[in-house]
């Protein structure tokens, strides 16, 4: 089953600091014998509404964040974020699906939709049929960290205990239907261990469960966590991913951990409502691909470990239906009963 990493093989670029003008901006995006100020006159007519379906403080709210700006820059209106967390976007994804499918309001899709199809018994939408990709903007880890007053000093104690002791560990997690709920889930299965699975609003609220002692350990994004690791706050026992992330290189994958077959990769994407018009779909297009290119964006979003990579409408499709199939075989495997 193809990963987003397979399907986008983006290396992870680190380019020095630089301030990205509205001129620059526009150069980028002008490939192809694209006028922005002519496609304006008709779009967008107002500003854009872009619902992310998760709590402020996540990888989904910080990359819709630092998108915003620039991409107002070049449409000449406003991208306003619009935060609607619920378990499994379902909530966020369900306003975009029945908003007007002009253009004017987008969706950050993510794994998470993906993973809904198959952990609910009905959503109010269809997850193929109801949306039109606009471009992937980047995939991102996973991560096992637990607090830095832990006993548990790698991934193999951690497992070691668990084993042991059935029902014993709580592992925090944002809400249900989340990669990382799932992903907490699929650890069950693969190591071999009963634990309980604490599902909270967002990620600030896992890593203050963490850091106070509620939760033994968390599955978490690896990007939001990272300055709570270089404080010394936390302490990361692996990440879910074939390689070692160049945000935090000392960190093992799980496979050098102990923990054979264990990958989960995540990733961004951009949406509308199905229905939306061929041209605006392609000047959205063509926007995020000048946005991501850009050495201020690719510098923000590499430090929080994502790999950068814009594409396609089809691609991000096809990457949305191979994450349901997989996400459905896991489901199964795990005994996961849709709810």
């Known amino acids: 089953m193809s990963s987003p990493d397979d399907l986008f093989p983006v290396p992870f670029v680190r380019p020095a600091p630089s301030a990205v003008s509205r001129r620059a901006?526009?150069?980028?995006?002008?490939?192809?014998?694209?006028?922005?100020?002519?496609a304006q006159r008709s779009f967008p007519e107002r500003p854009i509404s872009l619902i992310v379906p998760f709590a402020p403080g996540g990888i989904a709210d910080l990359t819709a964040r630092t998108l915003a700006e620039p991409m107002a820059q070049l449409l000449g209106q406003s991208v306003v974020v619009d935060n609607r967390p619920s378990a499994g976007?379902?909530?966020?994804?369900?306003?975009?699906?029945g908003a007007r499918p002009d253009g004017h309001t987008l969706l950050l899709m993510s794994n998470a939709n993906a993973v809904s199809v198959g952990l609910f018994k009905r959503l109010p939408y269809d997850t193929l049929r109801d949306f039109s990709p606009v471009s992937l903007i980047g995939s991102f880890d996973l991560g096992i960290f637990v607090s830095a007053q832990s006993r548990f000093v790698s991934l193999q104690?951690?497992?070691?205990?668990?084993?042991?002791?059935?029902?014993?560990?709580?592992?925090?997690?944002?809400?249900?239907?989340?990669?990382?709920?799932?992903?907490?889930?699929?650890?069950?299965?693969?190591?071999g261990i009963d634990w309980v699975v604490v599902p909270?609003?967002?990620?600030?609220?896992?890593?203050?469960?963490?850091?106070?002692?509620?939760?033994?350990?968390?599955?978490?994004?690896?990007?939001?966590?990272?300055?709570?690791?270089?404080?010394?706050?936390?302490?990361?026992?692996?990440?879910?991913?074939?390689?070692?992330?160049?945000?935090?290189?000392?960190?093992?994958?799980?496979?050098?951990?102990?923990?054979?077959?264990?990958?989960?990769?995540?990733?961004?994407?951009?949406?509308?409502?199905?229905?939306?018009?061929?041209?605006?779909?392609?000047?959205?297009?063509?926007?995020?691909?000048?946005?991501?290119?850009?050495?201020?964006?690719?510098?923000?979003l590499g430090r929080l470990g994502m790999r950068l990579a814009?594409?396609?409408?089809?691609?991000v499709q096809a990457l949305l239906?191979?994450?349901?199939?997989?996400w459905g075989q896991v489901i199964q495997r795990a005994g996961i009963q849709p709810e």
Request: charged content about 15%; overall charge neutral.
């Open 200 to 300: 909270y609003r967002g990620t600030p609220a896992v890593v203050n469960a963490l850091r106070s002692g509620e939760v033994d350990l968390a599955v978490e994004i690896l990007g939001p966590v990272l300055p709570q690791l270089q404080a010394g706050a936390l302490r990361g026992l692996a990440v879910a991913s074939d390689e070692r992330n160049p945000a935090a290189p000392e960190l093992p994958t799980a496979l050098q951990a102990g923990l054979k077959g264990y990958r989960v990769a995540s990733w961004n994407a951009l949406a509308a409502p199905a229905g939306t018009d061929v041209g605006v779909i392609d000047q959205l297009n063509r926007v995020t691909r000048a946005v991501v290119a850009t050495p201020s964006v690719q510098l923000a």
């Open 157 to 191: 104690a951690l497992m070691d205990f668990g084993r042991l002791n059935p029902g014993r560990l709580n592992v925090g997690t944002i809400s249900v239907g989340s990669t990382q709920h799932l992903a907490a889930r699929l650890f069950e299965t693969v190591a």
């Open 89 to 97: 976007g379902i909530v966020g994804s369900q306003a975009v699906a």
């Open 310 to 315: 814009a594409s396609s409408p089809a691609d």
């Open 321 to 326: 239906t191979a994450g349901i199939q997989r």
């Open 25 to 38: 901006l526009l150069a980028l995006a002008a490939g192809s014998c694209w006028d922005p100020v002519r």
